[in-house]
């Protein structure tokens, strides 16, 4: 029995792994260190709530991608606003936003090919910007005059921020929308802040030969004994 309740717990404890680290990247875009009016930047002003890691640097205009084929199990919560307008973050047909659905928390399995971007989109429904775009799909960054912003929304756009953490809670993504762009506005990327946990979904198939190879190891190790 005991050795039944070991394999068990060590299968359990694998499959709940979080093999985040390599599991996503950026291709693209534009780094630099997240400006000091940023409300959540680092540097401690008034009305402002220093939650991110001193000298963080984020990337403008990249696209969020899957470095291998594999099933992700991807968790995204809203971190923090600073906007006025109704701003939204949609994956798998589920929605943040800084309103009426702030307390959401989306988790999602997708299955990857190396190389695709990861699925979610920004977009703003009340009050937005005019004449600025109003959406922004993960994916859809491509150059435009040596930089890179998002196809039918020059200047609205997001930034991402890898394996860092806010109030001190690891993520291995943080998304920033910047709902007037880059060209626009504060150009801060603090109007809507999500975080987003990946990690790896083994295969059962997979699960199932660890199990196995486990039993058999310990079924040696006992005839040995």
Do not use: C
């Amino acid at each position: 029995m005991k050795l039944v309740q070991f394999v068990a717990a060590a299968v359990l404890a694998v499959s709940s792994i979080s093999a985040s680290a390599g599991l996503i990247s950026i291709s693209g875009g534009t780094t630099q260190l997240v400006p000091v009016d940023n409300k959540f930047e680092a540097t401690p002003a008034l009305y402002k709530d220093p939650s991110l890691v001193a000298g963080l640097q984020y990337t403008i205009g990249g696209n969020l991608l899957a470095t291998a084929n594999s099933q992700l199990a991807l968790t995204y919560n809203l971190l923090g606003y600073e906007s006025g307008w109704e701003n939204n973050f949609q994956a798998n047909s589920q929605v943040i936003n800084n309103t009426t659905n702030k307390n959401v928390v989306i988790n999602t399995v997708q299955t990857y090919t190396a190389g695709q971007a990861i699925d979610f989109k920004f977009f703003t429904t009340a009050a937005g910007p005019q004449g600025y775009g109003s959406f922004v799909s993960n994916g859809n960054f491509v150059s435009q005059n040596g930089l890179n912003l998002p196809v039918g929304a020059k200047n609205y756009n997001f930034a991402v921020a890898l394996n860092t953490t806010f109030k001190g809670v690891a993520y291995d993504a943080i998304l920033f929308l910047d709902d007037t762009g880059w060209t626009k506005d504060d150009d801060n990327h603090d109007d809507l802040v999500i975080g987003l946990k990946v990690r790896n979904v083994p295969e059962p198939s997979a699960l199932l030969l660890m199990g196995l190879g486990l039993l058999g190891l310990a079924g040696a190790r006992r005839l040995k004994a």
